[in-house]
């Protein structure tokens, strides 16, 4: 694991040993870009699903996935959690896919409102709503997830 920018670990990929073959499926009504964790622990794009969409990938046991809203960039989760890490195939077994789900995150109301103004608002909007705004709320809203508009994507599913 490396630092995150909040200080706590960031998930990346370790090694490529153990097979694991999942299938997303996305059972939200939001577009949802689906992120590998490489080695960096940088995310890279692999695809964007659509509202029922499914993917179906061959990965390892200890590559880490992560799933965003398309629009707002916000957190989605697996299994109740926001990193999904895959769990190893048994080769006593076939190769089938594992199903698994995409769903939605709970958010507070403030998360919400942030949701609603981010999308609504350029950073440099925003500034100028500083005297209105609380400035911890929109420092908040200045530090959206950095990953959104520029992050890698995977020479091998682009869509």
């Known amino acids: 694991m490396s630092v995150g920018t909040d200080g706590g670990e960031q998930p990346r990929s370790i090694q490529s040993e153990l097979f694991s073959y999942i299938r997303f499926i996305n ?7 689906l992120f590998w964790m490489n080695y960096a622990g940088e995310r890279v794009k692999y695809i964007t699903l659509l509202p029922g969409g499914q993917f179906s990938v061959e990965t390892f046991a200890t590559h880490p996935w992560i799933f965003r809203d398309a629009i707002s960039g916000y957190p989605l989760r697996v299994e109740g959690q926001e990193v999904f890490y895959p769990q190893p195939w048994d080769p006593g077994h076939s190769r089938q896919c594992k199903d698994v789900f995409i769903d939605l995150s709970y958010y507070t109301l403030k998360d919400i409102c942030k949701q609603v103004v981010s999308s609504h ?18 420092l908040e809203l200045l ?17």
Do not use: F, N
């Open 27 to 33: 059972r939200t009504q939001q577009t949802v870009d």
């Open 143 to 159: 530090h959206r997830d950095p990953s959104v508009p520029g992050y890698s994507v995977s020479p091998y599913y682009q869509i």
């Open 121 to 138: 608002y350029t950073s440099e909007q925003l500034k100028k709503l500083s005297p209105t705004i609380p400035a911890d709320l929109l």
